[in-house]
């Protein structure tokens, strides 16, 4: 009994040593975690969103007046034949560009060549009935003053010589008729320009004014005719009377005009339906590259503005308030400017207020940026 008491006390004690080296070991690690939680732990420095920056900048800009437009020909004709006859040759192919005078059709000529020799016969009859009819006057003048002839077969002799020289007269006009319609048996071209689909095959019996053969428009100059609205009409006079007003003109999808002109017509009256007044442009078209029809956009270059406030419009943002601008502030922090917007000038807008020359705006990152926020501004090509 006393040796089982004798081992549960060593028992005891050995438990007790345990416990407390133990309990000294972690007391040491909690010395150790304390000394180590006791050093300073420098905090990472904050991300300043880089952003390209322009300057605001003054130009002189021309105002514009934009228009959608139609081209028209200044002068379209219908082909036919002033003569009747076969239609014996179409010279000028469909879709030929042809000069004024240019040979275009030919209708059998025969039977005008054939006309035309009789009326030169008949004005070779005349005038040798004329040339006897004078010699036989003048003889009888001579007799006349003798008192050998009647005055009534003077009388005579001097109708028969007015006979003659009157259908000397009536057959030379023949003639000339007959000229004119050996020579309408060549179609002509009247004007330069292009012809169209033919739309009378060879051997087709043509009549006068009834058989369309082609047709021929003008290409060069063109018109380009559009319709400015009544509230602009004050505008476009008043740039009239500084002078002429030049016109580009655009085609679909084109950022910079092709052709150029001047504004040559208004009308006298605006349409009560739509408000708006006909105007129109004539076009320099040299290479045909304008055909009638075509839909195109006008721009009229009515003045001239100076000292204009000019930003990229990529720099723009829109939002509740209106469009406005991110720009470069105080400690290089964002600042947010409601704006007023001008005309455009290629990639460029004027602004009407809310920046001033020199402010510096943000034109990229937009997106991760917003008022009050820190930047660092990457200085880019100032805007042209």
Request: net charge neutral; aromatic share 6%.
């Amino acid at each position: 009994m006393r040796k089982w008491k004798i081992a549960l006390g060593a028992a005891v004690a050995v438990g007790a040593i345990s416990v407390a080296s133990v309990h000294l070991l972690d007391m040491g690690n909690f010395g150790l975690n304390a000394g180590t939680a006791g050093a300073a732990t420098p905090e990472p420095a904050a991300f300043v969103m880089p952003v390209p920056v322009v300057s605001v900048v003054k130009k002189t800009i021309p105002i514009y007046l934009d228009y959608a437009a139609r081209t028209e020909p200044i002068r379209s004709i219908t082909l036919q034949a002033r003569v009747p006859g076969y239609l014996q040759e179409q010279v000028a192919p469909d879709g030929s560009d042809v000069k004024k005078g240019d040979l275009l059709y030919k209708i059998a000529p025969e039977d005008f060549q054939a006309a035309l020799d009789q009326a030169k016969a008949q004005v070779q009859r005349d005038e040798a009935t004329l040339d006897y009819a004078r010699s036989n006057l003048g003889r009888g003048t001579e007799l006349a003053k003798s008192g050998y002839i009647a005055k009534d077969a003077f009388d005579q002799r001097t109708s028969s010589l007015r006979e003659a020289q009157a259908s000397l007269a009536v057959n030379q006009a023949a003639v000339r008729t007959a000229e004119l319609n050996l020579s309408y048996s060549e179609i002509k071209a009247p004007f330069a320009g292009r012809v169209g689909r033919n739309q009378a095959s060879v051997g087709t019996l043509v009549s006068v004014a009834g058989t369309v053969l082609n047709t021929l428009v003008q290409l060069d100059p063109i018109y380009v005719t559009f319709n400015p609205s009544e509230t602009d009409l004050a505008q476009i006079e008043e740039a009239r009377a500084a002078g002429p007003i030049d016109v580009d003109v655009l085609l679909p999808g084109d950022a910079e005009p092709r052709h150029k002109g001047q504004l040559t017509f208004i009308d006298n009256t605006v349409d009560r339906s739509t408000g708006t007044i006909t105007a129109r442009a004539t076009i320099g078209n040299a290479k045909f590259a304008l055909l009638p029809g075509q839909y195109v956009r006008v721009r009229l270059h009515i003045k001239q503005q100076p000292d204009a406030l000019m930003v990229p419009q990529t720099a723009l943002g829109s939002s509740q308030l209106g469009k406005y601008l991110y720009v470069v502030g105080k400690n290089n922090t964002v600042d947010q400017r409601i704006v007023s917007l001008g005309p455009t000038n290629g990639d460029l807008v004027a602004i009407s207020s809310g920046v001033s020359e020199g402010d510096q705006v943000i034109t990229g990152n937009l997106q991760k940026i917003g008022p009050g926020m820190p930047v660092s501004p990457l200085p880019q090509k100032p805007a042209t």
